[in-house]
T-cell receptor
Framework: GENVEQHPSTLSVQEGDSAVIKCTYS??????FPWYKQELGKGPQLIID?????GEKKDQRIAVTLNKTAKHFSLHITETQPEDSAVYFC???????????FGAGTTVTVRA | NAGVTQTPKFRVLKTGQSMTLLCAQD?????MYWYRQDPGMGLRLIHY???????AKGEVPDGYNVSRLKKQNFLLGLESAAPSQTSVYFC???????????????FGQGTRLTVV
């Protein structure tokens, strides 16, 4: 099955700085890569996703990049704000398989 | 629109006791999932269902059973709870189909289960 590794496990950044979280996956058949944000006491919520026919996708302050050859994808958060403090999960799947394999999560803390 | 609702939110069980976690979704989604979340291990898939009356094993199914008698409900059962099943359990649902494929997973708020 799919194995997703996520780094770092914790990340502390100064407000206004950028944050980068990196993930690798093992199954070359995976073609869908979402990122979920989990706030304290809540369930994860989708913030951005990318499909394998695209190398980069951006939505306001967040962006995701995908390198299919290296089986590597990353989440970039620019101009971080206190409300960006949360646990972030990367995931991978085959689009019509509908089963997500998640990374271990990254706890992001934005310092004021 | 409630989305995905999990019941209960917290529970403490003694080793050997049984219980059922209920997940209900009001979005008419076909696919439903049960995950467990443990520190440093992310979300691991326990069981899932691709439609009413169907169930399938995920990554960590041992010690759990599930049923999907109605499309909107997905039940997770623990027949004989063990301390290793102490975890936070999340239910999720995904709609089926659409072009492009609609793949966003909607999660409940979680059930924190402690087995002593």
């Amino acid at each position: 099955g799919e194995n997703v590794e996520q780094h770092p496990s914790t990340l502390s950044v100064q407000e206004g700085d950028s944050a980068v979280i990196k993930c690798t996956y093992s199954d070359s058949a995976s073609n869908y890569f979402p990122w979920y944000k989990q706030e304290l006491g809540k369930g994860p919520q989708l913030i951005i996703d990318i499909r394998s026919n695209v190398g980069e996708k951006k939505d306001q302050r967040i962006a995701v990049t995908l390198n299919k050859t290296a089986k590597h994808f990353s989440l970039h958060i620019t101009e971080t704000q206190p409300e960006d403090s949360a646990v972030y999960f990367c995931a991978a799947s085959i689009l019509d398989d509908y089963k997500l394999s998640f990374g271990a999560g990254t706890t992001v803390t934005v310092r004021a | 629109n409630a989305g995905v609702t999990q019941t209960p939110k917290f529970r403490v069980l003694k080793t050997g006791q049984s219980m059922t976690l209920l997940c209900a979704q009001d979005m008419n989604h076909e696919y439903m999932y049960w995950y467990r979340q443990d520190p440093g291990m992310g979300l691991r898939l326990i069981h899932y269902s691709v439609g009413e009356g169907t169930t399938a094993k995920g990554e960590v199914p041992d010690g759990y059973n599930v049923s999907r008698l109605k499309k909107q409900n997905f039940l997770l059962g623990l027949e004989s709870a063990a301390p290793s099943q102490t975890s936070v359990y999340f239910c999720a649902s995904i709609p089926y189909g659409g072009l492009p494929l609609n793949t966003e997973a909607f999660f409940g708020q979680g059930t924190r289960l402690t087995v002593v």
